[in-house]
T-cell receptor, first 114, second 111 residues
Framework: ETGVTQSPTHLIKTRGQQVTLRCSSQ?????VSWYQQALGQGPQFIFQ???????GRGNFPPRFSGLQFPNYSSELNVNALELDDSALYLC?????????????FGPGTRLTVL | DAKTTQPTSMDCAEGRAANLPCNHS???????VYWYRQIHSQGPQYIIH???NNETNEMASLIITEDRKSSTLILPHATLRDTAVYYC????????????FGKGTRLLVKP
C-alpha cells in the first residue's frame, strides 16, 4: 500500500460527456502527476502539479485539465470524452523538496467511454 | 519517447533469480535509473533506483554497468507473485517532469 488513493475505481461514460477523477496523495507529498495507460501500453504522462500549479505537461490536449488543492489532493477533468479516452488513469505523488523523485502510484481509475 | 529498451517478455522458474536487462545507451551523467513493476491492472509499484553504484533493497538488486549504458534488475528468489510487467525508466533527478514509460518487460514466473 502506497497511501495514494483514487476514486472511483471504475467509471463508464458516453462520448461527449465530461468526467472528474480524484486522487488523494500520500501524506506529506506536495507533487502529484497524472498518467493515462491504454490497454497493453505503458503509462503516459498527462501533467503534473506542484503546490497547486501545473508545472509540466505531456502531449495531451487542453480538454485534459487538473486541479491540486491545498491539502495536496487532486482532480483530473476530461471534457468532450472520446472513445480513445478509455484507459486506466493513474495518479502518483511524491515529495519534491527532498531532491528524491520516487513517485508512489495509486491503484488507478478504469474509465470506459462508450 | 522512452530512453530505455527492454525485452518484451521473459520467463523465470519459481525460486530462481530473475535477471531483467535494460539498455539506456543515451543516458546522461545526472540521470537516474528507476525500476517499477505493475501487476495486472494495478498501479505501478516502486522497486529500486540508482545513479551509478549498485543498489540493493529488500525487494531487489540493481546492477548498473560502469559506462552506465545498461542495467540489470535482479529478483534473487522469484515467486509467483513477482509475475508482472517491469518498467525501466531513466529520468533526471530533481526536474519537474515525470517519468516516460516504455512498454516494459512482461515477466512470467512459472512453478
Amino acid at each position: 500500500e502506497t497511501g495514494v488513493t483514487q476514486s472511483p475505481t471504475h467509471l463508464i461514460k458516453t462520448r461527449g460527456q465530461q468526467v472528474t477523477l480524484r486522487c488523494s496523495s500520500q501524506s506529506g507529498h506536495n507533487t502529484v502527476s497524472w498518467y493515462q495507460q491504454a490497454l497493453g501500453q505503458g503509462p503516459q504522462f498527462i501533467f503534473q502539479y506542484y503546490r497547486e500549479e501545473e508545472n509540466g505537461r505531456g502531449n495531451f490536449p487542453p480538454r485534459f485539465s487538473g486541479l491540486q488543492f491545498p491539502n495536496y489532493s487532486s482532480e483530473l477533468n476530461v471534457n468532450a470524452l472520446e472513445l480513445d479516452d478509455s484507459a486506466l488513469y493513474l495518479c502518483a505523488s511524491r515529495w519534491d523538496f527532498s531532491g528524491l523523485d520516487t513517485q508512489y502510484f495509486g491503484p488507478g481509475t478504469r474509465l470506459t467511454v462508450l | 519517447d522512452a530512453k530505455t529498451t527492454q525485452p518484451t517478455s521473459m520467463d523465470c522458474a519459481e525460486g530462481r533469480a530473475a535477471n531483467l536487462p535494460c539498455n539506456h545507451s543515451t543516458i546522461s551523467g545526472n540521470e537516474y535509473v528507476y525500476w517499477y513493476r505493475q501487476i495486472h491492472s494495478q498501479g505501478p509499484q516502486y522497486i529500486i533506483h540508482g545513479l551509478k553504484n549498485n543498489e540493493t533493497n529488500e525487494m531487489a538488486s540493481l546492477i548498473i554497468t560502469e559506462d552506465r549504458k545498461s542495467s540489470t534488475l535482479i529478483l534473487p528468489h522469484a515467486t509467483l507473485r513477482d509475475t508482472a510487467v517491469y518498467y525501466c525508466i531513466v529520468r533526471v533527478e530533481g526536474q519537474g517532469f515525470s517519468f516516460i514509460f516504455g512498454k516494459g518487460t512482461r515477466l512470467l514466473v512459472k512453478p
